[in-house]
């Protein structure tokens, strides 16, 4: 009895090779799936939305992407680029910790600083980086906002700011805690020159921040959905055993208890900035 | 004695607190209530006292001493509207020109739902910046515990004073360990390595004096301690760069520690 062959080809090569070649995926192309509405966004695409899903999501930047955003092109000068961290109280692991963190963020430390025009107005900046020891302040944090806060007053100059944080870094103990202090003098004698200072909550934002400068901007506003509290979420939840309301220290969630001044997304903060510099340079009441 | 001994010492609830103080300093003490704007904190007591003949505005976070009045004084956590009274009292001092004096004992600011809603952060901040420029001298005594920023708030002073053995800092030796090496029992290393004992804090110039528990209690202890706050506010009371030096004194911090480092190492 002679072999009978099923040759029903199983797939495409065994009927005779593709047709049409599959869409190729470009290599350099990779995609980023929304935490939000679960899908998958190229790259590409993200970044021409100012990093922001379609729905509406704020994925995270680096302080450097920030700062490209939210200035007139070739206009940002940085300051205090050279200060870097030591560790003032030889905490264990924080050397090395410093040196991974330096190589995986690319930067010396967790906020840039420099003069820049928004909308063709001077102003100072700092945008703090997530992407180093999340934006933890440390003394050099401190130093480099406070410093930019008495040059700011020295040229009468507006400041605007980023935040990003989970906190006073630990590993420089109180030397780190006193920057809370430090900084708010800083911004104090800013404002007491009747300087304005601007301030924008993007995810994360807690901890000593919270507690000193993101909360002193004379307009705060906040990214869609970020975080922004003092006392972290699980720790509250921990310490009362009680779950928390929905939304609980969402930007949204201040708007409502009167601490944050508007909610503006990331394709409008260029102009919203750019509007309330405008609005408070020059045309005050002459006495 | 090692430095979670000292933490140990501190969180007794048969240490002296903040009301101790206040009962044997003061020849009279009137105490004031409420934020006007939301509720009174019973973690914060504030009034006015009288130092001899001078009167002090007093802010002092109370722990309280049986399990009573602990969770009545939500064992000296304040919330957000504690540290607005104490900031209506601070103003209230600067008006009728009277030193403040603080005595801060508190494990932390209150971590709750109720504290994140009425801006917990934001009452603080507030306070950071406020003090920096109240123009009466202040002075402010770590009694006991000095934990993080819910300490901090009421120590934006002039002098910073600690108790031999309180202690101050940025975060609790158990949270510390238990975020960097997933082990809160590890507290008692770490406490040594967060330098947050008195001896500590005077040496990183944090603190400008170490006032000694010898005597703690004693008639004498009280009596050279209302003589240190004498002398101290009446010599600052003469100085008239009093608001620069204080900018100074939180200026220094890590001003020094900042070194640059090429960016080429990078």
């Not at chain 1, 307009?219 to 779950?243: D, M, N, W």
């Not at chain 2, 809603?117 to 109240?134: F, H, K, P, V, Y």
Request: proline fraction near 4%; charge should be positive; charged fraction near 25%.
């Amino acid at each position: 009895m002679p072999l009978k062959f099923n040759f029903k080809p199983k797939n495409e090569l065994e009927h005779g090779g593709r047709s049409v070649a599959p869409v190729q995926q470009d290599a350099s192309e990779p995609e980023k799936v929304c935490p939000n509405c679960r899908k998958s966004v190229p790259i590409s695409k993200l970044w021409a939305n100012w990093n922001t899903c379609a729905c509406g999501h704020h994925f995270r930047m680096t302080a450097r992407q920030r700062v490209r955003f939210i200035t007139d092109k070739d206009s940002f000068e940085e300051f205090y680029g050279d200060l870097t961290a030591v560790d003032p109280l030889s905490f264990p692991g924080y050397q090395k910790k410093l040196e991974t963190t330096r190589l995986v963020s690319k930067e010396p430390e967790a906020v840039i600083c420099g003069k820049a025009t928004i909308g063709k107005i001077p102003c100072c900046l700092f945008v703090m980086e997530s992407y180093f020891m999340m934006g933890s302040m440390g003394t050099v944090v401190g130093e480099k906002i406070t410093r930019l806060f008495e040059y700011a007053l020295e040229h009468r100059l507006p400041v605007v700011g980023y935040t990003v944080s989970g906190g006073a870094r630990m590993q420089e103990g109180l030397l780190s805690l006193m920057q809370m202090a430090k900084t708010s003098g800083a911004v104090k004698r800013h404002s007491d020159a009747g300087l304005f200072y601007l301030v924008i909550l993007t995810d994360p934002t807690t901890g000593g921040v919270t507690a000193s400068f993101a909360m002193e901007g004379d307009i705060v506003l906040a990214e869609p959905g970020a975080t922004v509290g003092f006392a972290g979420a699980r720790v509250i939840e921990q310490t009362t055993r009680k779950s928390l309301p929905k939304g609980f220290q969402q930007a949204e969630f201040l708007v409502d208890h009167g601490f944050v001044d508007a909610i503006v997304p990331r394709q409008k903060q260029k102009s919203a900035v750019t509007r309330l510099l405008k609005l408070h340079c020059g045309g005050e009441l002459k006495s | 004695m090692t430095a979670y001994d000292r933490v140990k010492i501190a969180r007794s609830s048969k240490r002296l607190t903040s009301l101790d103080y206040i009962h044997n300093l003061f020849k009279s003490f009137f105490e004031l209530h409420g934020d006007r704007r939301f509720a009174d904190d019973a973690a914060i007591i504030g009034g006015i006292g009288q130092l001899d003949t001078l009167p002090v505005t007093v802010i002092a976070i109370e722990k309280g001493h049986s399990a009573k009045e602990r969770v009545y004084r939500s064992f000296g956590a304040p919330n957000p509207e504690g540290y607005r009274k104490a900031l209506r009292l601070m103003k209230q001092a600067e008006k009728f020109r009277r030193p403040v004096l603080c005595l801060v004992d508190t494990s932390g600011a209150f971590c709750g739902v109720g504290a994140e809603e009425r801006g917990q952060g934001q009452a603080i901040a507030e306070n950071l910046m406020e003090m920096m420029t109240l123009n009466v001298p202040v002075i402010s005594i770590l009694i006991g515990e000095g934990g993080s920023g819910g300490a901090l708030a009421l120590s934006v002073a002039d002098r910073v004073w600690m108790l031999e053995n309180a202690v101050y800092s940025v975060i609790s030796p158990e949270g510390c360990a238990s975020i960097l090496w997933k082990d809160a029992n590890k507290a008692e290393t770490v406490a040594t390595h967060l330098k947050l004992t008195a001896q500590d804090a005077l040496e990183l110039g944090v603190i400008e004096r170490i006032i000694s528990e010898k005597s703690m209690g004693q008639p004498e202890f009280y009596m050279q301690l209302r003589e240190m706050l004498l002398t101290e506010f009446a010599a600052l009371a003469r100085d008239e760069e009093m608001l620069e030096k204080r900018y100074a004194r939180f200026r220094a911090f890590g001003a020094a520690t900042a070194t640059t480092i090429e960016r080429t190492s990078l």
